[in-house]
């Protein structure tokens, strides 16, 4: 029963290889790719629960396995979860062999990979935070990769992290005694703790400030690893404190606790995605109205508002990788990191797509990935709280006119050619988009538009993901 | 460490008030002045006496380590510090103008910053707030002075984090406010994967800050 362990210590170690071989230019990104779609490939084609023979030995990918006596478990509800991990890292890497091969999200991403998947395989749950705590650390390194870029980004993502581990750790410890000595303000306690921890880690209003400043400053492949892989795993550790104790949805005040927590950072989100700061800040808030709407849909505590949520969160990767990797296109062919928008979008069409797209698929926008999850999420909240439904609708309507705004700018002609001067000058000689970059930017629009053409694939992974929690509501 | 251990056992009053003094004092130099050089002194201080502190609710020698990651982390503070100090004086030779423009008038007062009041009213503050949430929201399973050491660093942490914009001083920032944390959490979890894996993170979190300092050292350079 080595699976667990395998999908642990594999990518830290192949991290380390693929960090050995920065001097070979693309190679790591590429290497890190094929490794993650191993690994993700294995998660999805293998079964758990019979023996595989690997290298001539017999080994059980599922079950539980022990690593410095400390229990790691695969079962059948992390398998996709880890999939889906593994192959979103792995397109990352493939965007990053193109756009960025000579960075750090290659080897560091890889080995984060491995330390996220420890974050959903550990039990008990303080050795998941701890290395959460961890992989967020190391993920400052890739988010910060050019010298010359702000510190904003990776400087408040590691405060608000680190902020966030010692409630996880201390309600573990309060939950263990009332085991013992049930005593009512221990559980008032650890609620509160866990709530204001994963609060910071998911960036809810009033602890959003990281989420747009990694959109911002940060490298945008990173900045995409984090909003959806690293996010995911925190919602899915979400899942499994909410697994490990079940009556922290039954808590008297859950659903008006999230539901408005949830509300106020979507809106927030959308509100602030119509100020023109740029596409990266715009991805930003364009994830915290997708976690706004992931909040209002854990208030539910029923298995339709989880199975949704889950849906949301497979569904928010395509979109993140896609925005990111279209930004990156922008940036490279405007050929520096400070970059103007204004006429990118006619020298650069296939990014200027694929941002707009990704961006579409966050706002929940038919026919992306994005939009079955969030048409679900309208249906069901439309039934029971109509206005919840309405506001949620306006926050992804700002993301929309964002979107709009910034499409405006890179469709508008560039200053210098509109003066006097300019208008005499012959236009500037422009390059085509790398032709490698315009076929993966391709696959992504394809995959983006196919998913929400088809998302039963999404939705069967969801409902395996929250198959095991136990929820007051049907 | 025998002699360590005997000098504590000899005088075990210096684990108690003393050594929250100690922190005190550390606290005081962290948040009242801006230099690089007093903060490291000012963090192997601390370390030291949030090892004595330790002595009282873990294994001395597991102590022993948690103090000897500290100063490894203050190493690693002091090799950035200086690396960024040669950076800004090759910077300022290029502008040498410039220099004796912003030179000092008095050189004779201490490398105080301007907002130096303020400070010394944040250090009290720090005080205070620790001190009634020692009295107030007494910490389970370890005795009460120990309790406001950890409120004290928690505090100061949480107080320098909020109050600069500089890498390195946020991230000294959230040291001081995990030695609190650790301080507390070591009496609750002995286990020492968990010490590792906390030392293991304090440690990539100092790498992580220096990383930060010496991209910030040089966006400001070029910013110049």
Known sequence: MIGAVLLLLLPILAGGVTYALRRWRGLPALLAAAISFALGGALVLLPLDRPITLLGREIMLGGEAELLGRTLSLGPQAQPVLAFLFLTGGFLFLFAWRLEPEGLLAPLGLALLGLLSGVLLARPLIYSALLLQIAATLSVFPLQASPRAPVQAGLRYLTFCTLALPGLLISHWLLDIY????????????????GFSFALL????????????????????????????????????????????????????????????????????????????????????????????????????TRTGVTLGNTAVFARAPGVVLMA???????????????????????????????????????????????????GIYYLLFRTRPWVSLLLLLASAGVVVGLLRLLHELLSRPPRLRGEEGEKEPPPPTEPEPKLLTVLLIIGLIGVIGLGIFPQGLAAAAAQAGAGFILPGP | ????????????????????????????????SERWQVHVLALIVLYFFVGLLHTRVIRPEVALVKALMGWLICLALHVTGRYIDQHR??????????????APRYRWLP??????????????????????????????????????????????????????????????????????????????????????????????????????????????????
């Not at chain 2, 894996?197 to 979190?205: E, K, R, S, T, V």
């Open chain 1, 202 to 301: 998911l960036g809810a209003v009033p602890f959003h400030p990281w989420v747009p400043a990694v959109g911002r400053y940060g490298e945008p492949l990173a900045s995409a690893f984090i909003f959806s892989i690293s996010s995911s795993a925190v919602w899915f550790l979400l899942m499994a404190y909410l697994q490990t104790y079940p009556w922290l949805a039954g808590y008297a005040r859950w659903t008006t606790t999230l539901m408005t927590i949830g509300v106020v950072t979507a809106v927030t989100g959308g509100l602030l995605a119509t100020a023109r700061r740029g596409p990266g800040a715009l991805m930003g808030y364009a994830v915290m109205v997708d976690s706004g709407v992931l909040l209002v849909m854990l208030g539910q505590a």
């Open chain 2, 1 to 32: 460490m025998d002699t360590i251990l005997a000098f504590i056992e000899q005088y075990p009053f210096i684990t108690a008030m003393p050594s929250i003094a100690g922190l005190f004092v550390a606290l005081g130099m962290l948040l009242l």
């Open chain 1, 325 to 375: 990797a279209g930004l990156m296109g922008l940036r490279e062919q405007s050929g520096g990191e400070i970059w103007k928008p204004e006429g990118m979008g006619r020298k650069a069409p296939w990014s200027t797509v694929a941002f707009l797209v990704g961006g579409l698929s966050l706002a929940g926008f038919p026919p992306t990935a994005g939009f079955a999850p969030r048409w």
């Open chain 2, 111 to 224: 490398p105080l910053p301007p907002d130096g009041p303020l400070r010394s009213l944040v250090l009290l503050v720090t005080v205070v707030l620790a001190y009634a949430a020692a009295v107030y929201f007494p910490l389970p399973q370890i005795p009460r002075d120990l309790g406001m050491a950890c409120y004290l660093l928690a505090v100061g942490g949480l107080l320098l984090v909020g109050m600069s914009e500089s890498s390195l001083r946020v991230g000294i920032g959230l040291l001081v406010f995990l030695s609190g944390f650790d301080l507390f959490y070591g009496a609750l979890e002995p286990s020492l994967v968990v010490t590792g894996l906390l030392g293991a993170g304090n440690f990539l979190l100092a790498l992580a800050m220096t990383f930060l300092a010496i991209s910030q050292a040089t966006v400001e350079e070029k910013g110049v």
């Open chain 1, 179 to 194: 085991a013992v000595t049930p005593d009512p303000p221990l559980l008032s306690t650890a609620t509160a703790l866990i």
């Open chain 2, 89 to 102: 004086k090759e910077g300022a030779r290029k502008a040498e103008e410039t220099v004796k423009s912003v």
